[in-house]
């Protein structure tokens, strides 16, 4: 490709918005072009490194035995209906009428209309397992997209489906994805971490998360440098010490001004470990036959020396949202702002009480009083409610497995995988006849990986001070060539034997100074530079440069150019 005839351009500074440095270099670098929040075009960079990007996940699914099919972007609205997240989900579902005024969605994902599939083609034993997968545009209308591809409303996702008759079928072909996700990323460059996630909308019991560690994350890993444990902070579980002792009677106490844990233990000169945390929230529930939406105020209660990780709250309470509560809401429960508690609240109040705090006795706890708590709390004795694991892991807490330390970072997920059993083939009829004539539910997973999100954490991973950095596997070319002479002839010539040898190159052949030529080959990223110039052409050489490499560049013969060039490319792709 010439660049004189490439459509896009380079830029010497970040745009607006480019909020990581990732983001930064494709859209200086001409990869991407922003259309609206959260809607990207590929521009022929971009679109080259997503289809290498695509190839390697081909040929790692093509492995497994997968058969690549292509599902409809927009699905009918009665098939979300039968598995009930046709009004489960919210807004970030785009929900729209055709023309005879039935219900379409734009597909965030596919197991529905891959269990239609299933259910058209699966009658017997004798056709399972299957596994089919698809590289299809997906639509999410996220309300808050940020840094570039990592967080889009529109993308590219490779998701595939298994089909099995039992649980030990599902649980094979999940360990090959599990393997073969780990191929995926290491072909690609990026380092990732599987950790134990929450399934979330998507079902099942069992789910593991590709987690790319990065600052830029919006995801907290928890793991354990001592023996290896990882979750996803929103499941991530702690050995948490336990205070029990003689359940003594509850006493009013003046606390003026103490509205926080802190100020009340400063208050009563006592540790945060003998407190009681209230969160409010208010859950929003959805009826999956109908849509019909109900609101009730959920509150939260863990030990004060912990916080409460949201997403448990959310599940321990199995509401499908949840925002948190305003001060009028509070009240109207029977509970006061800054000196709540469950202590007598309003019917109707869901009480989830997290099990430090029901492990633990004579604790203080808000009186619902302005200016008062309660000494001497007891769950079961003072207030019930639902005993569930809701606090929030963090650094320096126990390790589950090993009861050592535990360390927190960010990440950003890039590929996921479920187990989702038969939660989507009961709900929609796809069965079975077994070797008995027995009819049983199908058992199924889905499988998937980000494209444009995986490639936009490599920008993230390899870059420096002038540009990106690209592994050789996911370059958009293997090959910047960059004439600096004036004879256009000869550096033709030359372009033409490294394509006719099979090399991908990009071929800067505009008439720019060598300094714009230097810079945007660096900012572009290519792994190869090869510089034609006046005085090097004059011996028979060329200057060749690996991006990124300590390495000085070396002079190599013209006549030997290509099998040099060749022998390169093959070491990088070795060293990938």
Sequence with gaps: MRMSNLFSKTLREAPNGADCKGYEYLLRAGYIDQLSAGIFSLLPLGFRSIQKISTIVREEMNALGAQEILMPVVNPGDLWKETGRFYSIDKEMSRFKDRKDSDMVLAMTHEECCTDLGRNVIDSYKRLPLLVYQLQTKWRDDPRPRAGLIRVREFTMKDSYSFDKDQAGLEKVYKAHYDAYFRIFKRCGLPVIAVGADSGMMGGKVSHEYMYLSPIGEDTIIYCPECGYTANRQVATFQKDYFAEEPKAKELVSTPDAKTIDDLCKCLNIPATKTAKALFMVGTFINAENGEETTKLIVGIVRGDMDIEENKLQNAARANSMRPAHPEEILEAGMVPGFGSPIGCKEGTIVIIDDSVAKSNNLVAGANKEGYHYINTNYGVDYNGTVADIASAASGYKCPTCGKPITASKGVEVGNIFQLGTRYSEAMNCYYQDE???????????????????????????????????????????????????????????????????IEVLYDDRKETAGVKFADADLIGVPVRITLGNRTFKEGKCEVKVRGSEEEAVLVDLENLVPEIKALIAKLEQRA
């Design 436 to 502: 008995n004539g027995q009819r049983k539910p199908v058992i199924m997973g889905s499988y998937g990986i980000g494209i444009g999100r995986l490639l936009a954490c490599l920008c993230e991973e390899y870059n420096d001070e002038s540009g990106l950095k690209l592994p050789i596997s996911v370059a958009p070319y293997q090959v910047n060539f960059i004439s600096l002479i004036k004879d256009a002839e000869v550096s033709d010539k030359i372009y033409k034997q490294l394509e006719d040898a099979g």
